[in-house]
C-alpha cells in the first residue's frame, strides 16, 4: 500500500507526507486479511484524468466509511464497493440516462457467463460502444477494461455484494 501510494503521491505532484502513516495503517486496517480492498483501495484512490477529485479527497472519502467492529469480514469490502457505487449512479455526477446506462451495463457483466467486449456490450444492450466505455468511467476500480476491449469484474466478490441485500442493501 505505501509503495503504490507513495508512487500515487509522486504522480500527482502531492506534498511529502502525504498520505500520513495514519493513513497508510488505517488503510491496512481496514483492508485486513482481503487483497482486493487494499487493491480495490488504489484504483479508487488514483486520479483517472475524467475524475474530479484529487487522491487526497478520495483517500479522505474511503477513510471516512464506517464499518462496525465484529462485523463479517466483507464488511470493509462491502462499503468501499457501496461507496464506488454510490458515486457512479449519483444524479449530482451523472444524468439520468448515464446513470441507466451504467446500471445496465453493470447488470449485464454479472449476468452474461461469457467476457463480452465493449463492443460487443453495447450491441447488446442497444446503446453503442461508445456509451458502454462512458458508463464505466467512474467504475475503473471495480471494472476491468482489457487492452483487447473486453470487460471484466476485478473479482468476483463484486458480483456476491451485489447479488446479496443482506451485504449490498438493495
Known amino acids: 500500500l505505501q509503495h503504490e501510494l507513495e508512487k ?10 502525504w498520505p500520513t502513516i495514519d493513513n497508510i495503517m488505517r488503510l491496512t486496517t481496514l483492508s485486513d486479511k482481503l487483497f482486493i480492498y487494499a487493491s480495490t483501495a488504489l484504483k479508487y484512490i488514483r486520479k483517472l ?3 474530479r477529485e484529487s487522491p487526497k479527497l478520495r483517500l479522505e472519502k474511503l477513510l471516512n466509511e464506517h464499518t462496525n467492529a465484529g462485523a463479517p469480514l466483507t464488511k470493509d469490502l462491502d462499503s468501499i464497493y457501496s461507496l464506488i457505487l454510490r458515486e457512479a449512479v449519483d444524479p449530482a455526477r451523472r444524468d439520468t440516462d448515464e446513470i441507466h446506462d451504467t446500471i445496465q ?3 449485464t457483466i454479472l449476468t452474461v457467463r461469457e467476457i463480452l467486449s465493449i463492443t460487443a456490450l453495447g450491441e447488446l444492450l442497444d446503446i453503442g460502444a461508445v456509451r458502454v466505455e462512458e458508463a464505466l468511467t467512474l467504475l475503473h476500480s471495480l ?3 482489457h487492452d483487447d476491449g473486453h470487460v471484466t469484474t476485478f473479482h468476483a466478490s ?7 441485500s443482506g451485504r449490498s442493501g438493495k
Do not use: E, K, S
Request: charged content about 10%.
Open 8 to 17: 500515487t503521491r509522486v504522480y500527482h505532484n502531492l506534498p511529502v507526507g
Open 49 to 51: 484524468p475524467n475524475i
Open 105 to 107: 451495463v453493470v447488470a
Open 143 to 145: 471494472i476491468l477494461i
Open 158 to 164: 463484486l458480483g456476491d455484494y451485489l447479488t446479496d
